[in-house]
């Protein structure tokens, strides 16, 4: 249970520390010290399995469908990364306690701060790899946010931006990587791909795997061509460049490439993809620190070439050039991290970080001087300090290379100028900002010694390079040891730890790169002309012109497909749509199945011939909207009697009632509207789009015809042989409805309650002038409401209703029910409407329809919930037979309540939809008043 | 039979899509109407076409598939709901946008170029 702590603990942190930040920066500070001093505490029993080449494993399912588990492990790499990041963690809060101002939001910082250890522990202590990429995104979010804690910069918010597309192009590179790998494998346990290692070797895959494993890595870990992230990403606040940027997150590459190495590394490709991109990812970060004037643009240039080390060293592929690479993630974590923090101190008490201006330190702060200038020997690879024992091994395996011919040359060649040229900026580092004059011109002058408790990390870590530089065995033996155990699967080849190797030509090279890079140094001025003659490639500016360039792209792409046109939209769908259907329907071949066709009788032929005049006349005459109506009716109608012929007596009652009410809700609308559609498309057009409609026509017509023509099996017969017994009902329509299919139609109501409740929030407050006449000169009539109209549409009222009731109780056994008994009280009230003007009606029906649904909803949940008293799941129906005076047996199904649901919907959403539209124009009420003048 | 059904939802279908594509709104919700129509008939066929088989348990020899005609009972409702909502749209969309009822993205200003009235009158 201890690894998943150490890991949300941190998380907890940051959800405690924001309420600390009134407490002032020492609260804040120390409470968020706790997680890492828990962490550190829970996993310090484990350390007896650990040594020994032991597993820690602690497993949760969590999506066993998706292979995601909630597991962790805590074997000798993961426990070197979490000291890394625990202990480091600590030194940096303390530090920032003191970097950062009073004034500043420093809860945001340490919640971030804390957040960002949680998601660097779990990538470290994830043990599948599903869940290690879900923190793996983390860190670049939370660095995301590190970076730009400053927001009110513009260059911390452009470098924030940069770090985060880079390394999430890189996370979205990786984990199709991963993908990749848990499909050959079968697992995304990081057990079962480690054991996997010759199957995914010889995989077909394997190439592309590894790429897109490796641009995760390389994109994280800055490696050439993606390392200029880095350098911009220190615009950062110095403790978050210090942890973040040097230590840990930019180490997460690494780590990945030592945690893959036995199921990925060994191969030809593996070797060159990541040898060449270390080495070149070393040389270019060398080169470029030498000439930075920005104290941590040169130490961000000397990670870029410290990560292009170990990438370098991991790509050879021995096993002991991959033991030199762990060794040198901790030196490095180490002399870095102290550095940022001494170059940090040093921006605190001097207001700047250019070296032209701050010279001479040395007389105003001894104390960080002498730290600073310990841990930037131990960069250069200075003996007795830990930057030389890591360099020296790297050396060594730079000569056991074994490349064919001349090219046996490059690898020593590169680590020695590489060498070099770490000498040269280190010399720089020192010699410029404590040495070399005076100072220039500092903002804050003149400097002072820092607090005392800001020196205390620098101190502790360059003790440590002390210590392993001294007394490696000691110091760090046995967490090398287990590191590279679990790295390289517990092959573990012979190395020896210790401070001198004799005279031999690793030193050699040490000593050619000492005297080289303290020539270059002293040469200096050559160097920087010979430099200042190139143009300087600006990154960002490069950068953000391809951003932009994509973006354009995006956004004219954009602009051409969505202009703002529907009918474009449209007729690219329909377009596509018969595009991608002509092909399948053509391979399946079928003009008339085996059934064949019936005959035809001449009452069917003579409907047909109607509907197929009037579907296509409301085409042809569409500008004339009212004659389109018109047309349009007539299909519906003939739509209901189509149903009527072909056994679908519900079918048939449902349409001829929506009809009703569609096209009375279509007129309403045409009043307000031009009664006329102008002539404005070219005929081209016109004709582009008679040729669409017609091949949608035609493809629907053959595709109907096969359909119709095939023989087929349904499902029904469960239906039609338990409606009865098990529902009690004869209609069996309606008992799909209400009983075996009752939760679809729940939606679909609730649906229809939705919709109308969409169209009275968007007719609110909306005014609309309809026309003065219909466009063509005439008036509106003055006789709006009808005398005749009225006397006929008031008595109707009962008997429709009465209707409507039969029809609602027959339902469940005779042609009826819930839907159509409401469409047909909705039709009844509408016309009253219609009739009596908008005023009278509500005078006298003065019901708020949204009740109505809400009241429709409530039954039907009711009726389903009601089961739940009797222990059946949601919606189970029951039904009895009561016998009645009069009307003799009749049977009452708990349907009855649900369809009883379904009726009130139907009419509360059917009148709320007209009356919302029929109460837009003022118009209408001076009218109905009118009337009631009259009258 | 099957052919003059096939030919009546191809009918829907062409009337439909022709509409659908127009530049006005009104055109384009009754070509949607129409097109449900189309749709309802299609859904509704899949189940066969039968003659006197009303799926009322007792009323007849064989039944037709009452599935299908469950299925479409609800689709008809809830496109009277679409048909509704888009109409009410459109509505909506002509009193903010000064009464311009086009729905191909065009600027109102150019729609009342001579050339336009002069056809839309040539119409009239």
């Known amino acids: 249970m201890s690894l998943p702590l150490v890991v ?156 985060l597309a880079v390394t999430g192009g890189g996370g979205l590179a990786l984990l199709a990587g991963i993908l990749l790998i848990g499909n050959i494998v079968g697992s995304y346990e990081l057990e079962d791909v480690l054991a996997a290692g010759d199957l995914i070797k010889n995989h077909s895959m394997y190439p592309v795997a590894l790429t897109l494993v490796l641009l995760g890595a390389f994109t994280k870990s800055a490696q050439f061509p993606f390392h200029f992230w880095l350098p911009h990403a220190m615009q950062a606040p110095t403790p978050v460049s210090a942890y973040l940027h040097s230590a840990t997150m930019v180490k997460a590459g690494v780590f990945l490439m030592a945690r893959l190495y036995p199921a990925l590394a060994g191969t030809e490709q593996w070797f060159y993809m990541v040898s060449f991109t270390g080495m070149a990812t070393l040389l270019i970060g060398a080169y470029v620190a030498m000439f930075k004037h920005d104290l941590k643009g040169l130490l961000a240039h000397s990670t870029v070439s410290h990560l292009g080390l170990i990438t370098l060293l991991f790509g050879m592929g021995t096993h002991l050039a991959a033991v030199a690479a762990v060794f040198h993630v901790i030196n490095h974590a180490i002399f870095k991290a102290s550095l940022f923090m001494a170059a940090g101190i040093i921006d605190h008490e001097t207001g700047t970080r250019d070296m032209r201006r ?144 004799g005279f031999n030509l690793p030193l050699l090279m040490s000593f050619v790169a000492f005297i080289g890079g303290l020539l270059m140094y002293t040469q200096r001025q050559r160097f920087f002309d010979f430099h200042a003659r190139f143009k300087e490639i600006d990154e960002k500016a490069v950068f953000e012109a391809i951003v932009s360039q994509i973006s354009d792209t995006a956004h004219t792409v954009t602009a051409y497909i969505e202009n703002g046109s529907l009918q474009r939209y449209a007729m690219l769908l329909i377009v596509s749509v018969i595009a991608v259907s002509v092909l399948p329907l053509w391979d399946l071949g079928i003009a008339i199945g085996s059934n064949g066709l019936s005959p035809v009788d001449w009452p069917t032929l003579i409907g047909v011939a109607i509907l197929v005049v009037a579907a296509l006349g409301t085409a042809a005459v569409h500008r004339d909207r009212f004659f389109a109506l018109v047309l349009l009716s007539v299909v519906g109608l003939l739509v209901a009697l189509g149903f009527a012929r072909f056994s679908a007596p519900d079918l048939a009652m449902t349409q001829l009632s929506v009809e009703v009410v569609t096209i009375v809700l279509l007129m309403l609308a045409l009043y307000y509207m031009p009664s006329w559609t102008p002539f404005e498309t070219p005929k081209g057009h016109r004709i582009r789009d008679i040729l669409i409609a017609g091949a949608a026509g035609i493809g629907m017509t053959l595709i109907t015809l096969a359909m119709l023509t095939q023989p087929f099996t349904s499902i029904s017969e469960f239906f039609l042989e338990n409606s009865k017994p098990g529902a009690g009902g004869t209609n069996v329509v309606n008992v799909i409805l209400v009983d075996f299919r009752g939760f679809d139609t729940l939606g679909e109501i609730t649906v229809l309650g939705i919709a109308a409740l969409g169209i009275y929030a968007m007719l609110r407050h909306v005014d609309l002038t309809p026309p003065p006449g219909d466009g063509q000169g005439h008036p509106w009539t003055r006789d709006a409401y009808p005398m005749m109209l009225q006397q006929i549409a008031r008595p109707m009222l009962p008997l429709a209703l009465m209707i409507s009731a039969y029809i609602f109780l027959r339902g469940h056994n005779m042609p009826g029910g819930g839907f159509i008994a409401g469409l047909i009280t909705a039709v009844a009230l509408i016309l009253q409407y219609i009739a009596s003007g908008m005023s009278w009606t509500q005078d006298r029906i003065s019901i708020r329809y949204h009740n109505v649904i809400g009241l429709g909803l409530l039954f039907a949940l009711i009726a389903g919930a009601g089961s739940f008293a009797f222990g059946y799941p949601f919606l189970t129906s029951t039904f009895d037979y009561v016998y009645w005076p009069v009307v ?33 124009s003022p118009h209408s009420a001076i009218k109905s008043t009118n009337y009631k003048e009259g009258s | 039979m099957e052919l003059a059904f096939a030919v009546v939802i191809g009918a829907l279908t062409a009337s439909g899509v022709y509409l659908m594509l127009r530049a006005r709104t009104f055109p384009v919700v009754v070509g949607l109407t129409m097109l449900s129509y189309g749709v309802n008939l299609f859904l509704f066929s899949s189940g066969r076409l039968a003659t006197g088989g009303q799926p009322i348990i007792g009323s007849a020899e064989t039944y037709s598939d009452p599935l299908p005609q469950a299925l479409v009972l609800t689709a008809i409702v809830i496109g009277f709901a679409m048909t509704a909502f888009v109409v009410v749209l459109s509505l909506r969309s002509l009193a903010d946008n000064d009464n311009d009822d086009h729905v191909n993205g065009r600027v109102p200003e150019q729609d009342s170029t001579p050339q336009d009235q002069e056809q839309e009158g040539a119409n009239t």
């Not at chain 1, 599948?128 to 911390?156: G, P, Q, R, Y």
């Open chain 1, 358 to 501: 701050i010279n001479g330190l040395w007389r105003y702060m001894p104390h960080t001087a002498t730290l600073a200038m310990v841990a930037a020997a131990s960069m250069a690879g200075v003996p007795l300090l830990n930057g030389f024992l890591s360099k020296e091994m790297f050396f060594a395996e730079a000569l056991e290379l074994n490349l064919p011919g001349l090219w046996a040359y490059l690898p020593p060649l590169v680590a020695t100028l590489a060498g070099i040229f770490a000498v040269a900026y280190s010399a720089r580092f020192i010699h410029d900002v404590f040495f070399n004059g005076r100072p220039v011109n500092l903002p804050i002058f003149p400097p002072h010694e820092p607090p005392r408790y800001m020196k205390i990390p620098v101190e502790i870590l360059v003790f440590a390079c002390l210590m392993v530089g001294m007394f490696p065995a000691f110091s760090v033996g046995p967490l090398l040891y287990a590191a590279a155990s679990a790295t390289l699967g517990g092959d573990v080849p012979e190395y020896q730890l210790t401070v001198a190797h």
């Open chain 1, 8 to 163: 949300l603990l941190p998380f907890l942190g940051a959800l405690a520390a924001p309420l600390f930040a009134q407490g002032g920066r020492t609260a804040i500070a120390v409470i968020s010290c706790v997680p890492a001093i828990i962490g550190l505490a829970a996993l310090y029993p484990h350390w007896a399995i650990l040594a020994d080449g032991g597993i820690v494993q602690h497993t949760t399912e969590w999506l066993p469908a998706l292979g995601l588990s909630f597991s962790f492990r805590l074997d000798g790499l993961s426990l070197l990364f979490t000291l890394l990041i625990l202990i480091i963690g600590l030194l940096i809060i303390l530090y920032a306690r003191y970097y950062l101002k009073p004034h500043e939001n420093v809860g945001k910082f340490y919640a971030l701060l804390l957040c960002f250890k949680g998601s660097m522990l779990g990538i470290v202590l994830s043990s599948n790899l599903l869940l290690m990429m879900v923190f793996w995104e983390l860190t670049s979010l939370t660095s995301f946010l590190l970076i730009s804690f400053w927001t009110h910069k513009k260059d911390a918010r452009r470098g924030a931006r940069m770090a």
């Open chain 1, 888 to 920: 003799g047996k009749f049977e009452v199904a708990s349907a009855l309540v649900f369809d009883l649901g379904v009726y009130l919907t139907v009419i509360g959403a059917t009148l709320l939809a007209l009356t919302s539209v029929g109460r837009l």
